[in-house]
């Protein structure tokens, strides 16, 4: 089971954290939420649990709790910059479908 991320997701997120000046990864999670059931978590770890999945994808450590890993396995996370709009992509192969504007996945 694991989680990766492209070039451009790890050079942003290591610029971040170094903005940042702390932290020692990001946490990806999914909790109940949104129009598709599913709503995808991210957010800045300041230290890393022991009761967390850790992964190291690109030299970024990405953490994930047991119940989320179960639909985030094989994800990849990509960041895209679209004309004025630039975010995270989730490249879900366990997602069957997606709302309009990408934010919540269903099983």
């Known amino acids: 089971m694991a989680i990766t ?21 990001i946490r990806v999670a999914v909790r109940t939420s949104g129009c598709s059931g599913m709503a995808y978590v991210l957010e800045f770890v300041d230290d890393a649990s022991n009761d967390e999945n850790a992964f190291e994808s690109k030299g970024v450590n990405i953490y994930s709790d047991q119940k989320s890993l179960v639909y985030l396995d094989g994800t990849e996370l990509d960041f895209v910059k679209e004309g004025l709009n ?21 099983v």
């Open 5 to 25: 991320m492209t070039d451009a997701a790890a050079r942003h997120i290591r610029d971040q954290l170094k903005k940042r000046g702390r932290g020692v990864g």
């Open 86 to 106: 630039e975010g995270f992509q989730f490249n879900n192969p366990n997602a069957s479908s997606e709302c309009g504007c990408g934010e919540s996945f269903n």
